[in-house]
Nanobody, 129 residues
């Protein structure tokens, strides 16, 4: 399985960016797909996920309302449209799968966290003026 992310770069606060991930050897009809990120000095965190069968989408509270995940099964590609970017969104973003058809979440101190168990190399997003 290969998950190749691209589209990162430097953007000013309040700006927008779209990330793409080309998926190889993973059938998006059978597996949920999403994005996670890792900021400098911090743990990885799930950002967004789209389920395989009905396309239900899930977001971390930190990005809800600002980020949108989508997929194009004909191109085996998943996207992350990011708007209203903040300096705290600066991180390496990687395409990931929970290796299940449904997105996987756990409740941590009252908020839902997305879980993934396989991810590819990431693309750096820097939000700075």
């Amino acid at each position: 399985v290969q998950l190749q992310a691209s589209g990162g770069g430097l953007v000013q606060p309040g700006g927008s960016l779209r990330l793409s991930c080309v998926v190889s050897d993973l059938n998006l009809d059978n597996y949920a797909i999403g994005w996670l990120r890792q900021a400098p000095g911090k743990e990885r965190e799930g950002v967004a996920c789209i389920s395989a069968r009905d396309g239900s989408t899930y977001y971390d509270d930190a990005v809800k309302g600002r980020f949108t995940i989508s997929r194009d099964k004909t191109k085996n590609t998943v996207y992350l449209q990011m708007s209203g970017l903040k300096p705290e969104d600066t991180a390496v973003y990687s395409c990931a799968t929970p290796s299940l058809s449904a997105c996987r979440r756990i409740e941590v101190r009252g908020s839902w966290k997305l879980l993934f168990d396989y991810w590819g190399q990431g693309t750096l997003v820097t939000v700075s003026s």
